[in-house]
């Protein structure tokens, strides 16, 4: 029987494919593959073809089975001498067994091809199968930890194929009589010796043997030195054939170029990453220029708004200006008349009162307490006014929200609709419309009809239907962004402490108030004491002493009362007459002041503005030709940040790995500090060898065993002249232990036939003894020593385990019952040297015999040779 092709359908990780191996030649074929490819899948799908039922339910079919479930189906082309065939498994669902020929006509189907494949497979595991394919991880013949059922079916698996070659079943029975009688003849025996089989202490026979034991005992330590000078020369061997395979030009150029290679393809992926760093330090960059032309655009249209603004206030205000200063200056100069009128009736007043102190210091404390009137109605005003602007300062020290503030809070509030409108845009919607009574709710809330956006899998309750979940699946939004901008215009707010942009406004409208209200407080406070407050209050200080030292006096009369009353009452009569119309031109004259000064201080303020807008305007001839310098250095900007853009995601898309890069060329230094290490270590190791050889032959080892050799020849001759009491019982013992053994080599003969030339491969002169109850190898018998198995290496028990199953296959061959030989994962503890010498193997077994290796090993079973099967894994429709 040879496999021509496999073919797994929704099995384990091929869940919902369909993978192929095909082209499987006849002698040796190798699928060597990545770990966790499916390698033991296809052994154990195999596995389950041959030897499980296509009805059966067991943890074995289970775990055939994928997590998505499904029927599980597995099939194989078979090439027999009548044809080729192809079998077909189907299960756990649609469960189905089929068997058609090459032109695809059934021949069995269901329990007829369980039938059909039983026939052909013999004894299913107790026949081929069961010996010669061999799972990952499992070699040995009798793998540890196997029930006693699974022993008892090996061992008949090897029982009736050594009994049908050799045809010495009954042999085995008789060998079991045979060690009874050798037993009863060994108890005879004990009457003439010890029980354990030695002569009686104190005689000849027992002096010849202790001498017989001295010789052989120094004999053995002679030979385990030669075998250890043997060992040695061996060993010096090998290193030297490994030191010629590292030090050969072509190893050491194999990891220099490679090496060479993984430090090219890690300089390539570092140039690429510091491209790419520097791709989307541009793209930052020209995102950066993008914003400064679009702060630069609002800027030019919010100051042209500013600017026409400012010239209508202004032009406004010079108006108002030039009319109240002419209104001041008329007023000033007709109450200079008006006081040079009142000084000269102030001055006949004088005359007319010199005679009279009284009325004199009448007029004088008058006028004192007048101007202490002004400049204490002065001092209120200006008290009243400093209050005005102390409260409206305390109210600008609370308004936070600054022009620049405002701008900040304005941009992150763009931001987030802006990304608010992309996520949209990107996300699932879901719209919404009534025609009856019945709602549909989400998490206990009716929603209204309209636009809703789906931003998560969603379960929505339908009334009197049911339930609906949406899942915008690779349409979610991403909500991290909106997130993002949402937390910026938060902080924004949260700093000037406004809930929303609406009050952020209003609390930048209301700071602008404030402002220019505080610039008015001080124009006028300015207005009305330019030097401070401080003069003032003196001023009225001094006019309160001034008015407290007046007192009335006597006034000398030089003319008679009459002349100086009618004098005085005309005088008076003229100077009050003068100082009305005084007082009335300095009232109009402080009116029309203190109008000039509100119209300067607003005059101030407007040019104060305008020439803040004239700074952001810059020259007015020149502003159109700078605002679309503006517009076209923003749209040229915006070319630039995306083309920026564009290309650092192509660069990447297009970035290798540099991690694994880096690893790779870890991983070559590694390697070429590995190759380097390990010479100097076979030097020094070729160099003790080489003591230990000179000192082993200076001592002439060899020559010494073989004088060892007869001398204890002699004395086991003298020792046998003293045995003629045993010797009837002896000669019996000896006659029937060589029966016995005859009866089991001709037992195991064919296998040791089979296994000699391969066995040879890997050991010069060696051989196996095999265990009789357990017809498996018990020892390794080399130079003249027995190893007991469990003594031998993992790779050395590996390697003739392997070798063992290849010398079962030869001897199926010889029945004409050819089965592939299926190895998983096998040879995993053998050496360089050792691996191939089993690669040599399986290609001799291979010239009449399948050969199917699976490994994960793709560099080291390169050597292995043979045909590649294609391997195909197609997705299923």
């Not at 001498?81 to 192809?86: A, E, H």
């Not at 695809?104 to 004894?123: P, R, T, V």
Request: glycine share 8%; with cysteine; aromatic share 4%.
């Amino acid at each position: 029987m040879k496999l021509r092709s496999i073919s797994l359908t929704n099995v384990r990780k091929f869940a919902g494919q369909t993978a192929t191996i095909s082209g499987i030649s006849d002698g040796v074929s190798v699928v060597a593959q990545a770990n966790e490819f499916g390698k033991s899948t296809f052994f154990d799908a195999l596995h389950a073809l041959f030897f499980l039922k296509y009805g059966s339910t067991t943890r074995e079919v289970k775990a055939l089975q994928p997590r998505t479930g499904g029927a599980v189906r597995v099939s194989a082309e078979l090439e027999l001498p009548s044809g080729r065939f192809t079998l077909e498994k189907t299960f756990l669902a649609q469960k189905r067994a089929s068997v058609k020929d090459a032109s695809g006509n059934l021949i069995a189907l269901d329990d007829e091809a369980e039938a059909w494949i039983a026939k052909l497979m013999g004894s299913g595991l107790e026949g081929p199968a069961g010996l010669l394919w061999v799972r990952q991880g499992i070699t040995a013949l009798e793998p540890t930890g196997s029930s006693k059922a699974e022993k008892d079916t090996l061992l008949g698996a090897r029982r009736n194929l050594l009994s049908s070659v050799a045809g010495e079943i009954d042999m085995i029975t008789g060998g079991r009589r045979m060690d009874r009688v050798i037993a009863a003849a060994t108890q005879a025996l004990g009457r003439l010796a010890t029980a354990t089989g030695k002569p009686v202490v104190k005689g000849p026979w027992k002096d010849a043997e202790l001498e017989a034991e001295a010789h052989a005992a120094r004999h053995a330590e002679l030979d385990r030195a030669c075998r250890e000078l043997s060992d040695a020369l061996m060993q010096r061997r090998e290193v030297a054939a490994r030191l010629t395979a590292l030090e050969a030009p072509g190893a050491q150029d194999a990891l220099g170029i490679a090496l060479e290679q993984a430090q090219k393809v890690y300089d390539t992926a570092q140039a690429h990453a510091d491209k790419l760093g520097q791709a989307e330090a541009q793209a930052a960059l020209r995102q950066l220029e993008l914003e400064a032309a679009q702060n630069t655009l609002d800027g030019l249209l919010h100051a042209a708004k500013s600017f026409e603004s400012a010239r209508g206030a202004l032009q406004a205000a010079t108006v108002l200006r030039d009319q109240t200063k002419h209104e001041a200056t008329s007023a000033q100069e007709a109450t200079d008349a008006a006081q040079a009128v009142l000084a000269k009736a102030s001055t006949d007043l004088k005359r007319a009162t010199d005679a009279k102190e009284a009325a004199q210091q009448d007029a004088l404390r008058r006028n004192a307490a007048e101007k202490h009137d002004q400049l204490a109605m002065l001092l209120v005003q200006i008290e009243e006014k400093r209050s005005a602007l102390d409260k409206a300062e305390a109210a600008l020290a609370t308004l936070k929200v600054t022009p620049q503030a405002l701008d900040l809070i304005e941009k992150t509030h763009a931001e987030h609709q802006r990304a608010q409108a992309e996520a949209s845009a990107g996300g699932v919607q879901m719209q919404l419309s009534y025609v009856g009574e019945g709602r549909i709710s989400a998490d206990g809330t009716a929603l209204e009809q309209g636009a809703h956006a789906i931003t998560d899998r969603q379960v929505f309750e339908i009334e009197g239907v049911g339930r609906m979940t949406i899942d915008p699946g690779a349409a979610k939004i991403d909500l991290a962004a909106v997130e993002a901008a949402q937390s910026k215009a938060r902080t924004a707010l949260s700093a000037v402490g406004a809930a929303d942009i609406a009050g952020a406004r209003g609390a930048a409208a209301k700071r602008t108030e404030v402002s220019a209200e505080v610039a008015l407080l001080g124009g006028v406070i300015k207005t009305l004491a330019p030097d401070g407050i401080a003069p003032v209050q003196a001023g009225l200080a001094q006019a309160k002493a001034a008015l407290e030292t007046l007192s009335a006096g006597d006034a000398q009369l030089h003319e008679d009362a009459a002349t100086l009353s009618r004098n005085l009452e005309e005088a008076r009569d003229a100077e009050q007459t003068a100082r009305r119309q005084y007082e009335a031109a300095r009232d109009e004259r402080d009116i029309a002041r203190d109008a000039f000064a509100g119209a300067a201080v607003g005059f101030e303020a407007a040019q104060t503005g305008f020439d803040a807008a004239s700074v952001a305007y810059g020259d007015v001839e020149g502003f159109a030709a700078r605002q679309a310098e503006a517009a076209r250095v923003h749209s040229s900007a915006k070319v630039t940040a995306e083309d920026a853009h564009a290309a650092t995601e192509t660069l990447r898309s297009a970035a290798p790995d540099l991690i694994t890069a880096q690893a790779d060329l870890a991983r070559a230094k590694s390697a070429a500090e590995n190759m380097r290490s390990e010479r100097e270590q076979l030097r020094t190791r070729s160099a003790d060898l080489s003591a230990t050889i000179r000192a082993r032959a200076e001592d002439g080892v060899e020559e010494k065993r073989d004088e060892a050799a007869g001398l204890m020849q002699s004395a086991q001759e003298r020792a046998a002249r003293f045995a003629h009491e045993a010797a009837g019982l002896t000669l019996l013992v000896d006659a029937l232990r060589a029966k016995r053994g005859a009866a089991q080599e001709a037992y195991f003969g064919p296998v040791q036939q089979e296994l000699a030339p391969l066995l040879a491969l890997l050991h010069e002169d060696a051989a196996l003894s095999f265990d009789p109850a357990s017809m498996l190898p018990q020892g390794l018998e080399r130079g003249g020593a027995q190893e007991d198995m469990e003594m031998l290496s993992g790779g050395t028990q590996e390697q003739i385990a392997i070798l063992t199953r290849l010398a079962f296959a030869r001897l199926f061959a010889r029945q004409g019952k050819p089965m592939p030989i299926i190895l998983d994962d096998a040879l995993v503890y053998s050496d360089d040297s050792r691996i191939m010498s089993m690669f040599t193997a399986l290609h001799r077994v291979a010239a009449d015999q399948q050969v199917i290796v699976f490994s994960c090993r793709q560099m080291a079973f390169a050597s292995l040779g043979g045909a590649r099967p294609a391997v195909e894994i197609v997705q299923d429709i």
